[in-house]
């Protein structure tokens, strides 16, 4: 099963990954390659497959509702790339979210 | 709905309800959970999606929606489990969401309506716990704010069946939903403020058909009044392209709260691809019986089984336990006022007109209300007693809510004590019958209104504390000689 | 009395507690062996600073007793975080990234004594098995410089092997910790799934991840992993109520041990002499009264398929968070979009960008069940063939890796077989189970081959162990090393 130029560019838009025109035609054969190599999969007929969902039977342990540690805005801040005020600051977005 | 083609179209409407747990802390993270704060001042690294961290979930939050499920009639699913919702966005720091997908919380609930008399429910999907995001706020020119106080809030995300039928039901679907979760203390339900929200489905089919139309989506409706117009737009916006003949395309349309109406949203590229898949760094969620059992013990009286027994329990009306019922405080406090005045009826009418108004002119809520329930009904005996007349009772009302004093204290400092006895009145109803000649001749003549009228007088001379009922008789039986 | 840096960390601990030795000479003395060598290898991608030596000679009013790793200096594989360095995950990414908050197995070992060296270089995003997917750098096989240290823990693994810390963290997601020990000469170990805490491991695929410990014996590992170890209340997927006390295991030998060699072994193509190497220690282990026998272990031979496809799908998750907006590079741009985009793509490496496209398409609408659904349950199947087989044998047995170290560049082209060098290393991972990997003896170039255990879920000590014993019997650092007694 092969890997169209049109579902690479699909995936980069799920993927926000820009790849240059450069990069795009051997990264798209290689991925090629990559996903025959994958598709090798046996089927299995597993039906204990719920216990599977990260197939340690480890048990969910619960946190009391307490508040306790916040980080200082400042450190929160620290490490951005832009802020002003407060705030992170993104390019500004024109379109309300969806999803 | 019936229109020029001749066809009926009926509406399938769905609800999709985000409620705001009240939490203390976030759901996955210790992080206070609070509204309002400086931006950017209640996140840590878990919030914040810094590399490294991880989730870990919040017990109260998975007890107030066993709490919920449990209120809506759901089955609560013995095992769920996270699942990621993988979107980029700049309110969603990890660009994922952990939310729940294939296996969900609680399951096949109910919402009991009661429309026009006639009793219907609006089935429950499904409910589930997942995160809230951080806030996007336009700043100046070419850039956008966020703050991520709010993100990683708990919310309950609550789906009903598409078995709306109009803008109407939806609203009180609604409507009723908030009054559950306020009920149970783990929503304030502010759809002005974000803590309740509610996106909608709307389709029409053709009347008797099974056959469903296409869907579209209403997002960002702000209130009640919001999500009843902008329903009933939406229907008349797919009435009128059907019976043109056309079809419906699924889109989103945005509610405009200051344009009031619908706008529709920039089309994207291509629909969400969410790659739902579980969450690997929380093992399942499972509900033990015995938690359940435990929750549901401890579960208050839901609204709508309250207002039934207070109609049958204290003879109320379907209007007037529909009011008392609203808020559970405000039922709390009429039970605890019929408890302390021994009489329903009365505490009723006390509650609706006088304690009601009170909260709504001075803008506070039944939980700051200073004149407690057994103060009032020591008011309330005392009228009904005839201590004090019914309008003395109002100002006494009022002076109690302003000083804090008690009702005897009141009516003895403004000298309201009701004159009743017979000899006192008699003396001032001469006096009124001796000084108002003319009106006592038309009186006899027929003009029995003027009773109004002498009355009216006994009470001035009185410095309004005779007793009305008997001053009237009074001057009956004197005028009938 | 031997060399400083020549200790075993128990030797260390021993010398500390006579007081024949004090923090500061030793933290000293691997300063100046790392700056004699770093150059050449280029293990590292932050060595620690002067703050270093005072917490060093904080410790002299410490009661060595008293602290299980008492001035034992550690250097940390730079996908950890750590508060007050840098911590890159090797990519551009997060070049200079400071994290506010310290990884919980970090923080343990602080704690308990330790001192942290400084951060080593990895594959970028721990995506790869040569650390040459580095942003920043390639690190030198200590045995060759023209030879890769394998990955993604080289720069670990390098260290260790060049006598530049007694021990070293590394993180394990599909061999990741063992593969570069066996390829450097060392000893790498993975606990259980959950033994470890992944908090402040900045993930790659958070259902197979763990962190371990890397050192130059079994024991020296036994120590740190008892450290680091045990229930984290900020790592729901830590085990409860687990703890290991593997330092005093070590004494029973090989003696009536049942060990397994899956019969799929004899048919994976590897070098000449990791087949002979392999064939003689299993020979030698019988000698010494252990029983050999062959399973069949069904799903092994997919098991590579089965893990490309969960652990890139995992990390196609986990590397969203890398958008510019609240840390690391960003590429600015008038639309989000364009920002997100070129932030990323340009910010990741060629192997991270291929696996983040593997794992979206993987998970996306129409392929997610036909690819992550049929690995989940591969996953289960092989799970429950390797729980089946730990009913009658104590340990499986295979070779680490199916060659020696190759030489820097020449598997870069080819992203494949990068891949299959992880062939006998990702089962475990899958399974969850407990994993090490001990040098056995040299190739023809004299380029160090180990030798895997596995055992079964929190068997640690069982495998200690038996490491242990095979340990002795292989006799690496007495036979192979050369009379100096460091390699470079």
Known sequence: MGLTDEELGHLEKLAKIELTAGAREKLREQLERIIEFVEQLPNVDATAYDAVYNGNELKLSLRPDEAIRCLPRDEVLAEAPGSIDGYFTVPAIIDSKDG | MRRESGIDYEPVIGLEVHAQLSTRSKMFCGCPSVFGAEPNTMVCPVCLGLPGVLPVVNREAVSMAVMLGLALRCRIEATSMFARKNYFYPDCPKNYQISMYEMPLCVDGRVDLATDGESRHIGIERIHLEEDAGKLIHGSGDSSLVDFNRCGIPLVEIVSRPDIRSAAEAAEFLVRLRRILRYLGICDGNMEEGSLRCDVNVSLKEAGSDRLGTKTEIKNLNSFKAVETGIRSEIDRQTEILDKGGRIVQVTNLWDADGKRLVEMRSKEFAHDYRYFPEPDLPVLKIERQLIEKIKSELPELPFDREVRFREEYGLTAYESGVLCAERGVADYYESLVRASGDPKAGSKWVMREVLGELKSAGMEIEEFPLEPDRLAKLIVLVLDETISGPAGRDVFREMVRTGEDAEAAVARLGLRQVSDKGEIESIVDVVLRENPREVKRYREGKTKLLAFFVGQVMKLSGGKANPKVAGDIIRSRLVD | ?488
Request: hydrophobic content about 40%; glycine content about 10%.
């Open chain 3, 1 to 488: 009395m031997k060399e400083t840096i020549s200790l075993s960390i128990k030797e260390l601990l021993d010398s500390y507690r006579k007081g024949e030795i004090r923090p500061l000479e030793v933290v000293r003395a691997y300063r100046e062996r790392i700056e004699e060598l770093e150059g050449r290898i280029g293990a590292f991608i932050y060595v620690s600073g002067d703050d270093v030596l005072k917490d060093a000679e904080k410790l002299d009013t410490v009661d060595p007793r008293s602290l299980p790793l008492y001035g034992v200096p550690v250097a940390v594989k730079d996908n950890i975080c750590t508060r007050g360095c840098p911590t890159t995950a090797g990519s551009r990414i997060l070049e200079g990234y400071r994290a506010p908050y310290t990884a919980t197995a970090v923080k343990r070992l602080v704690e308990a004594g330790a001192v942290v060296m400084g951060k080593t270089n990895l594959d970028e995003f721990a995506m790869g098995s040569s650390t040459e997917n580095s942003a920043f750098r390639a690190t030198a096989n200590p045995w060759n410089l023209d030879y890769a240290p394998g990955g993604s823990s080289g720069g670990s693994a390098a260290a260790v092997a060049a006598g530049m810390a007694p021990a070293a963290l590394g993180s394990d997601t599909g061999g990741s910790i063992r593969q570069p020990a066996s390829l450097c000469g060392v000893v790498g170990m993975k606990g259980t799934y959950g033994s470890v805490s992944r908090y402040g491991l900045i993930a790659f695929a958070s259902s197979l991840d763990q962190i371990g410990p890397m050192a130059r014996n079994v024991t020296d590992c036994a120590l740190i992993f008892d450290v680091i170890s045990g229930h984290d209340p900020n790592d729901s997927t830590s085990m409860i109520g687990y703890s290991a006390d593997l330092s005093s295991s070590g004494g029973t030998g090989l003696r009536g041990l049942r060990i397994a060699v899956p019969r799929a072994v004899e048919g994976c193509e590897m070098s000449e002499s990791v087949s002979d190497i392999f064939r003689k220690t299993v020979s030698t282990v019988e000698d010494e009264g252990a029983k050999v026998g062959i399973v069949d272990l069904p799903g092994l031979d997919a098991s590579i398929a089965c893990y490309y496809i969960l652990a890139n799908a995992e990390a196609s998750s986990n590397l969203a968070r890398y958008d510019g907006v609240r840390y690391g590079f960003r590429h600015d741009s008038d639309s989000l979009d364009g920002m997100y985009e070129k932030t990323r793509g340009e910010g990741f490496g060629e192997e991270v960008k291929r696996r983040i496209l593997l794992g979206t398409y993987v998970l996306s609408a129409g392929y997610y069940d036909a690819y992550y659904v049929k690995a989940k349950k591969l996953q289960a199947m092989l799970r429950e063939a390797y729980g089946k087989v730990f009913h009658e044998y104590d340990l499986v047995m295979m070779p680490t890796s199916p060659t020696p170290a190759f030489k820097l560049g020449e598997r870069l082209e080819d992203p494949i077989s990068m891949y299959l060098s992880d062939i006998f290393t990702t089962p475990a991972n899958i399974a969850g189970l407990p994993a090490i990997s001990l040098p056995a003896g040299l190739s023809q170039e004299r380029l160090p081959i180990g030798v895997q255990l596995v055992a079964g879920a929190r068997m640690e000590s069982k495998l200690i162990n038996a490491a242990v014993g095979l340990e002795r019997l292989f006799g690496f650092r007495e036979k192979c090393l050369p009379a100096e007694g460091e390699v470079i």
